[in-house]
């Protein structure tokens, strides 16, 4: 499975942005695909997840003003991201796997990983 994210670039606070993830190699149906994000010098951390039903998952900290959504005729994965702050800064990465409900937020539930796209929220 490959991943491709894309999209990022350089916003002020406040604003928008839409990234991508293109899943290529492996049938689409049935996996999740999660957004994780690694600010400079942290630790990476789960943002958002939707699962192949459709359901969604969110951090508490992006709740309301990011959204994901899949569209399965492209294989893409779309992470809206509205009110922008400089604390969402950082290379946003998406992810592939199969986790159950309670582990969508854990990077170890995910086996495919894509290359980052970095996101700068100036202020």
């Known amino acids: 499975v490959q991943l491709q994210a894309s999209g990022g670039g350089l916003v002020q606070a406040g604003g928008s942005l839409r990234l991508s993830c293109a899943v290529s190699?492996?049938?689409?149906?049935?996996?999740?695909v999660g957004w994780f994000r690694q600010p400079p010098g942290k630790e990476r951390e789960f943002v958002a997840a939707?699962?192949?039903?459709?359901?969604?998952y969110y951090a508490d900290s992006v709740k309301g003003r990011f959204t994901v959504s899949r569209d399965s005729a492209k294989n893409t994965v779309y992470l809206q991201m509205g009110s922008l702050k400089p604390e969402d800064t950082a290379v946003y990465y998406c992810?592939?796997?199969?986790?159950?409900?309670?582990?969508?937020?854990?990077?170890?539930?995910?086996?495919?990983w894509g290359q980052g796209t970095q996101v700068t929220v100036s202020s």
């Open positions: 939707v699962k192949s039903g459709g359901s969604t």
């Open positions: 190699g492996r049938t689409f149906s049935g996996r999740a």
């Open positions: 992810a592939s796997g199969f986790p159950i409900t309670t582990s969508v937020g854990r990077r170890e539930s995910y086996n495919h």
